[in-house]
């Protein structure tokens, strides 16, 4: 088995309703949540996601509050796991909404994964979606425009140890990574799951295109990983660093 190691980067900081994250779930309470990107370290180094671009261009577009430190700039939050950004050679997008598609700029090198169907959904969403994927209907440029793609169709073996399982649902065309390290098989859910609360009581992300897809989707999760990484838990970062297994 290659040792892979995930190492989470807290990204940056979200302030929002609890049923965003847990469907229709304690609506009222008003939570803080990171915004995470995953280091896959091994023979070579993997990104999962690259969080959003800035936070005035996310008040601008989306009119969500969100905060970044310094240290939770992404080459600020690489720097301190000891990696440039030139030393990335794969980034897999989990999904392309704007706080995951933010930064693929700065990775020059780097070989881009996603799935077709979300390049396509994300290109042309229906109106409600649109500013979460900063999407061209806005008449505005998505951040991720200009990354070279490797579109993927279904299920797919991204290097040794290191695959991408279809978990639609939160967007349709949305995966998630199943690394295989010498602690078990860690998945990098994306928002398939948005933090744990949605595996433990089986509830769907409060943001969906399809709620019977995301049930789906965590059923899968759970049978196919022995731990899983949410993209929005903010007890992932209980341990410093965050580092995996
Ligand atoms: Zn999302």
Redesign the pocket.
């Known amino acids: 088995m290659t040792p892979w190691t995930i190492t989470m980067l807290d990204t940056g900081t979200q302030t929002q309703d609890k049923g965003v994250m847990t469907y229709l779930t304690d609506m009222g309470q008003t939570i803080q949540i990171p915004v995470s990107v995953a280091l896959v370290e091994g023979p070579e180094k993997i990104l999962v996601d690259t969080s959003f671009l800035s936070i005035d261009r996310t008040w601008q577009i989306r009119r969500r509050k969100i905060a970044r430190t310094p240290a939770q700039e992404l080459v600020a939050a690489l720097a301190a796991a000891g990696v440039r950004p030139e030393d990335i050679s794969i980034v897999i997008h989990?999904?392309l909404?704007y706080?995951?598609a933010g930064n693929n700029h700065l990775f020059p090198r780097a070989r881009f994964f996603v799935q077709r169907e979300e390049l396509r959904y994300a290109l042309a969403p229906t109106s409600f979606d649109a500013s979460?994927y900063f999407a061209p209907s806005l008449g505005i440029t998505p951040d991720y425009l200009g990354t070279k793609f490797e579109l993927l169709d279904g299920d797919a073996q991204i290097t040794d140890g290191v695959r991408v399982i279809t978990t639609p649902g939160?967007?349709p065309g949305h995966q998630s990574v199943l690394v295989d390290t010498a602690g078990g098989r860690y998945c990098i859910t994306?928002?398939a799951v948005?933090w744990y609360e949605n595996l433990e009581k089986m509830i769907p992300?409060g943001?969906n295109t399809s709620m019977i897809d995301c049930m789906a989707s965590l059923a899968r999760i759970a049978r196919e990983a022995d731990h899983v990484l949410p993209?929005h838990e903010p007890k992932v970062f209980a341990r410093q660093p965050a580092r995996f297994p």
């Open positions: 989990t999904h909404h706080d995951h979460a939160h967007t994306g928002d948005m992300p943001i993209s």
